[in-house]
């Protein structure tokens, strides 16, 4: 059984910062790339950002220069920094992790989603 768990929504202000936080447990046998999507209401999910176990990263054009991800092999964690939020930033977001548990093919695995509100 794998779960991703995720900390650090809530309610900002313009220009304000959050960080996201999403741990990986149980029975994980190896897990390459970690993603945070976001879902506005209305909209499809997207990808923001994405880290590779090496550190490769990857992001959206909309948060370019903005937002950080970073992850810490050690503790199956990733962190999402997001600075100079805007209004258009608020979406549920979700952490995102292809995972092998065992010799097969890596199987989804989705965290519960946190809010993240951007409003004055």
């Known amino acids: 059984q794998v779960q991703l768990v995720e900390s650090g929504g809530g309610l900002v202000q313009p220009g304000g910062s959050l960080r996201l936080s999403c741990a990986a447990s149980?029975?994980?046998?190896?897990?390459?790339?970690m993603g945070w999507y976001r879902q506005a209401p209305g909209k499809q999910r997207e990808l923001v950002a994405s880290?590779?176990?090496?550190?490769?990263?990857n992001y959206a054009d909309s948060v370019k220069g903005r937002f950080t991800i970073s992850r810490d092999n050690a503790k199956n964690t990733v962190y999402l920094q997001m600075n100079s939020l805007k209004p258009e930033d608020t979406a549920v977001y979700y952490c995102?992790?292809?995972?092998?548990?065992?010799?097969?093919?890596?199987?989804?695995?989705w965290g519960q989603g946190t809010q993240v509100t951007v409003s004055s």
């Open positions: 995102n992790a292809p995972i092998k548990t065992g010799w097969g093919k890596p199987y989804d695995y």
């Open positions: 880290i590779t176990s090496v550190g490769n990263t």
């Open positions: 149980g029975s994980i046998f190896s897990m390459n790339t």
